[in-house]
């Protein structure tokens, strides 16, 4: 349990101590709570009507960003892979001559 919730559950006990009903002290954390999401949405710049379909054309974006890196990858590795292995097949032609005969 967090310091917030600790405190939260001390301040809730204290006010059914003091004789408060407690369904009215858990609706008032219920609207305190709600209050204080659409306060940190707003703040975020979350708390328009559009801010789902933002939210979801941002995940959108960064899946075709992380899919185009991935590519971007695999093709780097396979022009380093060819590259290699070409030179590889021209070190064993010149090793065993084929170079010399290639020029006859």
């Not at 959108?60 to 899919?67: H, M, S, T």
């Amino acid at each position: 349990m967090t310091e917030n919730e600790a405190m939260l559950a001390r301040l809730v006990a204290q006010l059914a101590d003091q004789g408060s009903d407690l369904v009215t002290v858990r609706a008032i954390v219920e609207e305190a709570s709600e209050l204080g999401a659409t306060h940190a949405l707003h703040k975020l710049g979350l708390g328009d009507a559009h801010a789902r379909k933002d939210l979801d054309e941002l995940r959108e974006l960064l899946g075709a960003w992380r899919i185009a890196r991935r590519g971007a990858l695999r093709t780097a590795f396979g022009w380093i892979a060819k590259g290699l292995l070409a030179l590889v097949l021209l070190g064993l032609a010149v090793r065993f001559g084929l170079v010399d005969w290639l020029g006859r």
